[in-house]
């Protein structure tokens, strides 16, 4: 299948305007939280819902909240371990849950949501050292071909490392036209 055009596809917050009963995203677990549970979340500041369209039909939707990720450095790899950070626990984004309507499974959508939340990490106007989620089994592949890894041997929590994403997208000259020597 090829990915639908980026172009083709907006997203917009959750809000009661939205008819959200036609979605089906092959999972009534994930249908239920958003036809009955997002907004309310939403509301009470819990989390924020992105709904995500192709030509006006509800294409997918990505809901993200904070956590954190308490730290037992016996437990972690040494790549995952922040020099001098005594924090007992790190700051993350976790993805709360993603789902494509199933009609449009394999047509890039989830990637489209997964960028878009690595998109607003690297944004946010506050410090998130790590992307995580807990995935389905099913959905642990999807996650690791965008790199994350279990953040233990328990392979229930996964993590992107932000700072590595953000060190892959800078470019290795500045594009500032006014640091250039004169």
Request: glycine share 4%; proline share 4%; aromatic share 10%.
């Amino acid at each position: 299948m090829v990915p639908l055009p980026e172009k083709a596809l907006c997203t917009e917050l959750l809000s009661a305007r939205y008819d959200l009963a036609r979605f089906d995203s092959g999972n009534e677990e994930l249908n239920d939280y958003l036809k009955n549970d997002a907004l309310k979340e939403q509301r009470q500041l819990l989390s924020k819902t992105q709904l995500c369209f192709h030509r006006d039909r509800l294409a997918g939707f990505i809901t993200l909240t904070t956590d954190s990720i308490r730290i037992d450095k016996d437990k972690l790899d040494p790549s995952q371990i922040i020099d001098g950070c005594d924090y007992p626990a790190y700051p993350c984004i976790l993805i709360a849950r993603l789902a494509v309507d199933k009609k449009l499974h394999g047509y890039g959508v989830g990637s489209y949501l997964l960028s878009l939340a690595i998109g607003f990490v690297l944004e946010a106007p506050l410090g998130c050292r790590y992307l995580a989620v807990d995935p389905k089994e099913e959905a642990a592949k999807f996650y690791e071909k965008f790199g994350f890894k279990y953040w233990t041997k328990s392979r229930r929590r996964m993590f992107l490392n932000m700072r590595d994403v953000a060190q892959q997208l800078e470019p290795e000259e500045s594009l500032d036209l006014w640091s250039v020597a004169e």
